[in-house]
């Protein structure tokens, strides 16, 4: 087998149960929600959520919450559907650290903040690198780091072609890009030409943080014993990756579902995509 059938045969595997080693709470509840809800703020009629307003218009108890460890905004583009647009489950589920605007609007970009945009460009770093670079100043092991190297990331929530034009807008290209490790996405919605490595929003966030926490545990991990004892920003990071943040994935993982009971996986455009 050459080296792009066993990329593809892996693949295979890992699509038929993408959700598999992950945390992610039963969500057939939503199932017993019959029919549709008027959202209080828009007056529109909904299923679990507003998409325009960004709030569960069923019972909170029925929506896990997810709390970050960073704060996250989102610059949605204004032709993207909102209906179809999976950045709205971060907001729902994640309501006190995310935040979405909606392109030109956009957020403040404090200088007291340490901001990075999550977007392959000619300069990007990997998250890992961005933990080391702060790491290599502290030149005694002694000294304990009390801060993250990033406090907010901005993702941009666009189809694979609008994304460019967004990165046009001078305030994005002066903040430092950072781009995630490979991971296929498992996305119903067919793009045109979009390589199966351009994930659906909800799924960058995801993986970001994972690759946030791995990152933060690596580098903190020899202070960790100290770092415990002090009630810091740090100590959530003291252990393994435990799919803290996999929640975030509930409704994707719902729809994932949904879509797969009713269309065979194989006949699915969008998992046809080339892999590189
Ligand atoms: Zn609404």
Not at 82 to 102: C, F
Not at 193 to 211: D, G, M, N, V
Not at 230 to 246: A, K, P, T, W
Request: glycine share 2%; with cysteine.
């Amino acid at each position: 087998m050459n080296e792009m059938n066993v990329l593809e045969e892996k693949q295979k595997i890992i699509d038929r149960a993408p959700f598999c080693n992950m945390k992610i709470d039963d969500s057939s509840v939503l199932d017993t929600v019959d029919g549709r809800t008027i959202c209080g703020k828009c007056y529109k009629s909904r299923k679990f959520f507003c998409y325009t307003c960004y709030t569960p218009v069923i019972d909170q108890k029925y929506i896990p919450r997810v709390k970050l460890p960073i704060k996250i905004d989102i610059i949605k583009d204004p032709r993207e559907i909102d209906g179809k647009s999976t950045a709205v489950h971060a907001a729902v589920l994640a309501p006190q650290d995310v935040k979405i605007y909606i392109y030109p609007d956009f957020p403040v970009l404090s200088k007291n903040e340490k901001i990075v945009l999550i977007f392959p460009s000619k300069t990007a770093t990997n998250i890992e690198a961005l933990f080391q670079e702060d790491g290599n100043q502290e030149e005694h092991d002694s000294i304990i780091r009390t801060d993250l190297p990033v406090t907010r990331a901005i993702f941009i929530d666009s189809t694979w072609h609008q994304t460019k034009s967004i990165y046009k807008e001078q305030k994005l290209r002066e903040l430092p890009c950072v781009v995630l490790r490979s991971r296929v996405s498992q996305f119903w919605r067919h793009q045109k030409k979009s390589p199966r490595w351009y994930l659906a929003t909800i799924e960058a966030i995801h993986q970001f943080l994972i690759e946030f926490h791995t990152s933060a545990f690596e580098s903190y991990k020899e202070n960790r014993l100290e770092i415990k004892d002090r009630d810091s920003e740090l100590s959530e990071f003291c252990r393994e990756y435990d799919g803290q943040y996999d929640n975030l994935l509930y409704f994707f993982k719902y729809m994932y579902e949904k879509i797969h009971s009713i269309y065979d996986h194989d006949k699915l455009k969008a998992y046809k995509r080339p892999l590189i």
